[in-house]
């Protein structure tokens, strides 16, 4: 008699369809949900001038490495401070910006003369070995003086760093005074780092047992050498320094996530490969 055949299990295939729509929503989600989390203007403005001098300041990189904030710079006159002809961003007065850069001299923009942003390049305390959970503290400082007289400051900040995020530590923790103003600013890694380093991390000591695993089921089976499983061990201790630099901005040698992770993968996927060799040459003798 002809064998039964069996029924297509359909409804397999539309729960898996409805688990890649599931994962890429809960995806989209997510991304939209830290999108809306740094679209962010932070404003601190000296509510008892009535002109003022406006500093937008916007977030453009954070070199970890060399342990410094790279912000583009725009000041804007407002009010007696401004030129009132047509062009936009124009002095009345002589302006001179004093920054807490250590790079940079005091900027100086002539009366009567359009504006253009400048970049900045502001130090940063902390240390890039802690990948991912590096995490720097800025000091901002910005004065000014029109025609050498004090001029009160507005701080206007934006963040378009996508891999920090850069945020004041507390509205307090900004203040106004005769001329200037100042805030302290936290900059730690994003959400999308962080879980791209833990995606790593899990990856590394995964890829990492499971050579182990594999180098220990052919000695247990007396297999010797098994050249494609031996090429495969080979080709994953180089295939992961590969993956250990993708991680982001590419923290040094010996961070946290090397001690952590990186380290040990590599260890276990060497040992694994010397093991394997050495049982199989010992089986041919």
Same mark, same amino acid.
């Given at each position: 008699?002809p064998?039964?055949?069996s029924?297509?299990?359909?409804w397999?295939?539309?729960a898996?369809?409805?688990?890649?729509?599931?994962?890429?929503?809960v995806?989209?989600?997510?991304f939209l949900a830290?999108?809306a989390s740094r679209?962010?203007?932070?404003?601190?403005?000296?509510e008892?001038? @009535?002109?003022?001098?406006?500093?937008?300041?916007?977030v453009?990189?954070v070199d970890?490495?060399?342990?410094?904030l790279i912000?583009q710079?725009?000041?804007?006159?407002?009010?007696?401070?401004?030129?009132?002809?047509?062009?936009p961003?124009?002095?009345?007065?002589d302006l001179?910006?004093?920054?807490?850069s250590?790079?940079t001299?005091p900027?100086?923009?002539r009366?009567h003369?359009?504006?253009?942003?400048?970049?900045?390049r502001?130090? !940063?305390?902390g240390?890039?070995?802690?990948?991912p959970?590096?995490?720097?503290?800025?000091?901002?400082?910005?004065?000014?003086?029109?025609a050498?007289?004090?001029v009160p400051?507005?701080?206007i900040?934006l963040?378009?760093?996508?891999?920090?995020v850069?945020?004041p530590l507390?509205?307090?923790a900004a203040?106004?005074g005769?001329?200037?103003?100042?805030?302290?600013?936290?900059?730690k890694?994003s959400?999308?780092?962080f879980?791209?380093a833990?995606?790593?991390v899990i990856? !590394?000591?995964?890829?990492?047992?499971?050579?182990?695993?594999?180098?220990v089921?052919?000695?247990?089976?007396?297999?010797?050498?098994?050249?494609?499983?031996l090429?495969? !061990?080979? @080709?994953?201790l180089?295939?992961?320094?590969?993956f250990r630099?993708?991680?982001p901005?590419?923290?040094?040698v010996?961070?946290l996530?090397?001690y952590c992770?990186f380290?040990?993968?590599?260890a276990?996927?060497?040992l694994s490969?010397?093991?394997?060799?050495?049982?199989?040459?010992?089986l041919?003798?």
């Amino acid at each position: 008699m002809p064998e039964p055949t069996s029924k297509p299990h359909w409804w397999r295939y539309v729960a898996a369809a409805l688990g890649v729509v599931l994962a890429v929503a809960v995806g989209a989600a997510g991304f939209l949900a830290e999108y809306a989390s740094r679209d962010v203007q932070y404003t601190i403005l000296d509510e008892d001038a @009535a002109d003022s001098v406006a500093v937008q300041v916007t977030v453009q990189r954070v070199d970890a490495a060399a342990r410094e904030l790279i912000l583009q710079v725009l000041v804007v006159p407002q009010g007696s401070y401004a030129d009132p002809g047509v062009q936009p961003a124009t002095p009345a007065k002589d302006l001179v910006l004093d920054t807490s850069s250590l790079t940079t001299a005091p900027l100086t923009f002539r009366a009567h003369d359009r504006i253009t942003a400048r970049e900045l390049r502001v130090p !940063m305390d902390g240390a890039v070995s802690f990948f991912p959970f590096d995490r720097y503290g800025v000091d901002l400082y910005f004065g000014v003086d029109a025609a050498d007289v004090p001029v009160p400051v507005d701080l206007i900040m934006l963040d378009h760093e996508p891999g920090f995020v850069t945020r004041p530590l507390a509205q307090d923790a900004a203040h106004h005074g005769d001329g200037y103003v100042e805030a302290e600013l936290q900059v730690k890694r994003s959400r999308a780092t962080f879980i791209l380093a833990w995606f790593q991390v899990i990856v !590394m000591w995964a890829l990492g047992l499971c050579v182990l695993a594999g180098a220990v089921h052919i000695v247990r089976r007396r297999l010797g050498l098994v050249w494609p499983a031996l090429g495969w !061990m080979a @080709a994953t201790l180089f295939a992961l320094v590969g993956f250990r630099n993708a991680a982001p901005g590419l923290p040094p040698v010996g961070s946290l996530i090397d001690y952590c992770a990186f380290f040990w993968a590599e260890a276990l996927i060497a040992l694994s490969l010397v093991l394997v060799t050495v049982h199989g040459v010992r089986l041919r003798e």
